[in-house]
């Protein structure tokens, strides 16, 4: 079982600009798809963006060419690059590690961090 412990979370303006990173420890496969994923108040966790073994990524539609998700294997670490941030991204921010090559989200697989909160508010 994997442990991923998310930081970089925090208040940023409209526009403005913040870096997610995710540290994974213990039982991790380097075949791993990592993903993030986010919850805003009274709604349901939604995938933002994943990244698999070979660093093909998908994002969802509303950050699509503001987000970059990337990765380094070798620190067992993901990263979500938020630019232009808007205040409906809003949420608590959380890690997935799901082994295997994925394309889509999955809320009930992998290992979860414990979230990091993001706040866009001017």
């Known amino acids: 079982q994997a442990q991923l412990v998310e930081s970089g979370g925090g208040l940023a303006q409209p526009g403005g600009s913040l870096r997610l990173s995710c540290a994974a420890s213990?039982?991790?496969?380097?075949?791993?798809?990592m993903g993030w994923y986010r919850q805003a108040p009274g709604k349901q966790r939604e995938m933002v963006a994943l990244?698999?073994?070979?660093?093909?990524?998908t994002y969802t539609d509303s950050v699509k060419g503001r987000f970059i998700i990337s990765r380094d294997n070798a620190k067992k670490a993901v990263y979500l690059q938020m630019n232009s941030l808007k205040p409906e991204d809003t949420a608590v921010y959380y890690c997935?590690?799901?082994?295997?090559?994925?394309?889509?989200?999955?809320?009930?697989?992998?290992?979860w961090g414990q979230g990091t909160q993001v706040t866009v508010s001017s």
């Open positions: 213990g039982t991790i496969s380097s075949w791993t798809t």
């Open positions: 990244i698999t073994p070979i660093g093909s990524t």
């Open positions: 997935n590690a799901r082994q295997g090559v994925h394309a889509t989200g999955d809320l009930l697989s992998g290992s």
